[in-house]
């Protein structure tokens, strides 16, 4: 069942499922704006940890908030003789998290991926700091700080000719919402609503701490698991483990 953030006449949002989890009557923290404001920089970070688990735990069909109004790929010019290209944030300015694909155009417009290196520890990578700049078509990518570096340098220009797959940080709450969701699977809605009532009865020594412990442990759990077989679509292989008897 989806749960959204706010419901004062059934009762039934996540604010409301604080309240009653943390022993509080309905409308102490969905009508007290300094109480609804902190608990909702509490979901915002409860909704940081569930993308961690998430995305750690994702297979091939990557997790992202479905309040995004666009998908996890962002696109940028390439710029002649430009090696760096730096990805902060979006196109609609949601920080970026990581970097999980990079393709390129060639000159004709046809789009490759381009490989991953790390020009600080891989031997293969002079290109990136021999100092001869060499320039064509980049067949390889490093990543450093919030920027890809490409190697060689584009030799052309290609408008939208670098693509870029991303993980991203969530759409957040804000205390005035009431009808928005958290944009993951509504299995899941308890966790914005358990996490803080964990943390709020943690801090104030609060009789159930321990049973809100627990349950928080089962609902992580679940996500952990979700995230790592929800691939139902992907054929499972079998593979042969080697065992050295010697």
Known sequence: MSIPFSDTSTYRGLVQVFEKEIGANYGDVSGNTKALASFTADVNIAFDEFLARAFRADGTWQMDDSNHTDFPIITTNLVASQRDYTFTTDQQGNLILEIDRVLVADSSGVFHTVQSKDAQTEIDTSGYWDGKNTTGSPTSYDKTANGIFLDPIPSYNYTNGLKVYINREASYFVYTDTTKKPGVPGIFHRYFAIRPAFDYARRNNLSNTQSLF????????????????????VRKKLSVAYQDNR
């Open 214 to 233: 627990n349950e928080l442990l089962r609902l992580e759990e679940n996500i952990d698991t979700h995230f790592s077989f929800r691939n139902a679509d």
